[in-house]
């Protein structure tokens, strides 16, 4: 349970920064400047990294002990692998719906920018299929 309240915060987090840049870069009237495009782009590719390595620092500080052993360990890296392809699944978002407002093409390479780490940081084989024997879902 421990693992699922330190997943939940981290993505609270998130979603309060995604929501400011939402908040800060929207017009009086309600609509987005296309003026901020480029900013609203430098930013999301700016919380990439973080997106990408701080549930990984989260596993290493905070979820992974060193009294577990090799098995339990490798679980709790592939849950906070998955914590980051939800991470940069936000960022992929933001990024389209951003597009369908503006229609700025510059957007189209920050979605590029998100798929291309959704794919490399997806979990893979042994990976995803590990989560199913944690203790938070028993069987």
């Known amino acids: ?11 609270l987090i998130g979603l309060v920064l ?3 840049v939402f908040v800060f870069f929207t017009s009086p009237n309600g609509s987005l400047s296309e003026d901020s495009s480029g900013i609203i782009l430098g930013i999301t590719i700016f ?8 549930p990984l620092f989260f596993a290493k500080k905070k979820m992974i002990p060193d ?3 090799p098995k339990e360990k490798f679980v709790s890296y ?5 914590f980051s392809v939800i991470l940069l699944d936000a960022g992929y978002v933001i990024n389209g719906v951003f597009y369908f407002v503006t229609a700025s093409f510059v957007h189209w390479i920050g979605m590029g ?6 794919l490399i940081l997806f979990p893979r084989e042994k990976e995803f299929s590990s989560l199913y024997k944690t203790q938070e879902f028993p069987p």
Do not use: D, E, V
Request: aromatic share 16%; glycine share 12%; hydrophobic share 55%.
């Open 47 to 54: 919380l990439l990294p973080i997106s990408w390595y701080i």
């Open 67 to 69: 009294r577990l052993g």
């Open 78 to 82: 592939s849950q906070s692998k998955i």
């Open 18 to 20: 995604f929501g400011g």
């Open 113 to 118: 920018i998100f798929f291309a780490g959704i």
């Open 1 to 11: 349970m421990k693992n699922l309240k330190i997943i939940y915060s981290a993505l």
